[in-house]
């Protein structure tokens, strides 16, 4: 069970908007800063959006990310067939002596 | 270019102890944290903790403290991650990250994983 819930899926065609979205609560996402990360099989996690909404240097600005209140989301635009792998929203926690929290992920096919 | 090098593939015993080391290159060990996460098989990640280089501070998660030893050697830009009383529970893909250069808690360099496997 994640501290963050993500849907477990979500799937678009090639060139279509897919939004993938993040809960949590006051003592995380309410109070701090969300990142996104990719992970493609047999590869190690990318970070993909940090600060809630900035792009690292290389990460193509079809990603965007959002955060309002106690929920974050991250959109995709232009879907590409590379795009398909498991996505991850994570932020701080401050319950229990502070440590960092990921949601579920959310796996995305190009259909 | 920055990276972070991973030990090789474990296998232990129940009870038994692993060690697992990331080396980082082309950048300063202690001017950034360095995390420790897991995926185990068909879950997603968990972070396990985090050490600051320059002053050896560390704070674990609740799920392996006590268990846990987070420690570096700036001599040879080396971060290590010790995890004691292993079980079943512990066989994972274990990956050490880069933090604090674009957030406090971004992880923006990551090792290739060391893949641990607890079977009697």
């Known amino acids: 069970q994640s501290v963050l819930t993500q849907p477990p899926s979500a799937s678009g065609t090639p060139g279509q908007r897919v939004t993938i979205s993040c809960s949590g609560s006051s003592s995380n996402i309410g109070s701090n800063i969300v990142n996104w990360y990719q992970h493609l099989p047999g590869t190690a996690p990318k970070l993909l959006i940090y600060s809630n909404f900035q792009r690292p240097s290389g990460v193509p600005d079809r990603f965007s990310g959002s955060k309002s209140g106690t929920s974050a989301s991250l959109a995709i635009s232009g879907l590409q067939s590379e795009d398909e792998a498991d996505y991850y929203c994570a932020t701080w926690d401050d319950s229990l002596n502070g440590h960092v929290v990921f949601g579920g992920g959310t796996k995305v096919t190009v259909l | 270019q920055d990276q972070l090098v991973q030990s090789g593939a474990e296998v232990k015993k129940p009870g038994a102890s692993v060690k697992v080391s990331c080396k980082a290159s082309g950048y300063t060990l202690t001017t950034y944290g360095i995390s420790w996460l897991r995926q185990a098989p068909g879950q997603g990640l968990d972070w396990m903790g985090w050490?600051?280089?320059?002053?050896?501070?560390?704070k674990y998660s609740q799920k392996v403290q006590g268990r846990v030893t987070m420690t570096t050697d700036t001599s040879t830009s080396t971060a290590y991650m010790e995890l004691r009383s292993l079980s079943s529970d512990d066989t994972a893909m274990y990956y050490c990250?880069?933090?604090?250069?674009?957030?406090?808690?971004?992880?923006?360099?990551w090792g290739q994983g060391t893949m641990v496997t607890v079977s009697s």
């Open positions: 050490i600051n280089p320059y002053n050896t501070y560390t």
């Open positions: 990250a880069r933090q604090g250069v674009l957030a406090a808690d971004a992880f923006d360099l």
